[in-house]
């Protein structure tokens, strides 16, 4: 199946920094692109969508000030975690989409998570 | 919007029975429903999804069974082994539409050596 990686895997910052987490498609062009939170034994909670060349749409109660996602090509989402607090910490996990050829419609490839923790 | 509702919440078989989780959804619109598997400290992984026009999917020990008039669809694992042990998701979204999943709450499964 199509590779979706996410850099760094774990980071650790203190608290007022901002943190940056990168989503790469490896193998194909994603159009969409998400970015899901995940707390400990909890669900997958939608943060935001984003499409190559357009702003992301937030999910209600969801910053976008705080957390700025940047889909700038059809290969990488990034996602910036502006002055991070303790509250902040989580797991945070992209998926990738591609509408068409290999990716059938609505199938989405999850990355391996990135583990936030702010000191 | 849609609400996608799982249970159990945990389960623990032992090696070789089968296991059962089902979902049920609110949004009659949804048309696309996947399963994934995630295990500690790793990202979910599709295992089946199966499609609104079809009621039944299977591949290889696993099925995925669609009810469209209950609103309800299920995992089914049979030969479990030690390694099917991770926590599952079921998912439901609407092709056409927003293509958000919106998940369920997961299933965490023990299989028992």
């Known amino acids: 199946g199509a590779v979706v990686s996410q850099h760094p895997s774990r980071v650790i910052c203190k608290s007022g920094t901002s943190v940056k987490i990168e989503c790469r498609s490896l193998?194909?062009?994603?159009?969409?692109m998400f970015w899901y939170r995940q707390f400990p034994k909890k669900s997958l909670m939608l943060m935001a969508t984003?499409?190559?060349?357009?702003?992301?749409?937030?999910e209600q109660g969801v910053e976008k000030d705080k957390f700025l996602i940047n889909h700038a090509s059809l290969t990488l989402s990034t996602l910036t975690v502006t002055s991070a607090h303790p509250e902040d910490s989580s797991f945070y996990i992209c998926?990738?989409?591609?509408?068409?050829?290999?990716?059938?419609?609505?199938?989405?490839?999850f990355g391996p998570g990135t583990r936030l923790t702010v000191l | 919007g849609e609400n996608v509702e799982q249970h159990p919440s945990t389960l623990s078989v032992q090696e070789g029975d089968s296991a059962v989780i089902k979902c049920t959804y609110s949004d009659s619109a949804s048309n696309y429903f996947p399963w994934y598997k995630q295990e500690l400290g790793k990202g979910p992984q599709l295992i089946i999804d199966i499609r609104s026009n079809v009621g039944e999917k299977k591949d290889q020990r696993i099925a995925v069974t669609l009810n469209k008039t209950a609103k309800h669809f299920s995992l089914h694992i049979t030969e479990t082994q030690p390694e099917d042990s991770a926590v599952y998701f079921c998912a439901a979204s609407w092709q056409g539409g927003s293509e958000k999943l919106v998940f369920g709450k997961g299933t965490k499964l023990t299989v028992n050596p």
């Open positions: 998926s990738a989409s591609w509408f068409g050829g290999r990716a059938r419609i609505n199938e989405q490839f």
């Open positions: 193998d194909f062009q994603a159009t969409t």
């Open positions: 984003s499409n190559e060349g357009s702003k992301a749409t937030y």
